[in-house]
T-cell receptor, first 113, second 116 residues
Framework: ETGVTQSPTHLIKTRGQQVTLRCSSQSGHNTVSWYQQALGQGPQFIFQYYREEENGRGNFPPRFSGLQFPNYSSELNVNALELDDSALYLC????????????FGPGTRLTVL | AQSVTQLGSHVSVSEGALVLLRCNYSSSVPPYLFWYVQYPNQGLQLLLKYTTGATLVKGINGFEAEFKKSETSFHLTKPSAHMSDAAEYFCAVSDLKQGGSYIPTFGRGTSLIVHP
């Protein structure tokens, strides 16, 4: 069984640019969530996707957006990057919407200069 | 709103000593509670979880945690630390959100340092 994978592993961008991060859910999982983990902090919930629709959002501005595809893979897009967007971005999938357990990918380390 | 407090950003123990990582939570409804471990440059791995039933929960790698409702605590323990236990540990709480999903709220993490 393939776990959650994310790409790229590392990324460097400059302020004002746009970035797209990608996630492939664990096989058979239909729900995906994205988290931002700043240095020295716990993960913060960005949003969740279920059946290609956003199904809940944390306290993040609209410049953070996402997509989920029919194969349940997902993208996180961030526009107008700010220095504070530098963080580890984690994707997590769960088998069903109501599952209380999520499986995390290794993350994408984004650095904004 | 739910929240998690992890006491101590760093905990240092000797190899073979008891590990105790503290977690207190607040939640307006019976919570689901989790402990995750994060090794350098990796994602989070679930150590154990409490949903319902027995309040003492056993997880992987010899870790266990006890849910104490009266103290709103879910402390993580391991009788004997191993060098490979050195990592960042996160406590998390979740309850059922509108939309039918469980979204965990994480603590700030505790870095476990194990000395030879």
């Amino acid at each position: 069984e393939t776990g959650v994978t994310q790409s790229p592993t590392h990324l460097i961008k400059t302020r004002g640019q746009q970035v797209t991060l990608r996630c492939s859910s664990q096989s058979g999982h239909n729900t995906v969530s994205w988290y931002q983990q700043a240095l020295g902090q716990g993960p913060q919930f960005i949003f969740q996707y279920y059946r290609e629709e956003e199904n809940g959002r944390g306290n993040f501005p609209p410049r953070f957006s996402g997509l989920q595809f029919p194969n349940y893979s997902s993208e996180l897009n961030v526009n107008a990057l700010e220095l504070d967007d530098s963080a580890l971005y984690l994707c997590a999938s769960s088998r069903l919407l109501g599952d209380n357990e999520q499986f995390f990918g290794p993350g994408t380390r984004l650095t904004v200069l | 709103a739910q929240s998690v407090t992890q006491l101590g950003s760093h905990v240092s123990v000797s190899e073979g000593a008891l590990v105790l990582l503290r977690c207190n939570y607040s939640s307006s409804v019976p919570p689901y509670l989790f402990w995750y471990v994060q090794y350098p440059n990796q994602g989070l791995q679930l150590l154990l979880k409490y949903t319902t039933g027995a309040t003492l929960v056993k997880g992987i790698n010899g870790f266990e945690a006890e849910f104490k409702k009266s103290e709103t605590s879910f402390h993580l323990t391991k009788p004997s630390a191993h060098m490979s236990d050195a990592a960042e540990y996160f406590c998390a709480v979740s309850d059922l959100k509108q939309g039918g999903s469980y979204i965990p709220t994480f603590g700030r993490g505790t870095s476990l340092i194990v000395h030879p």
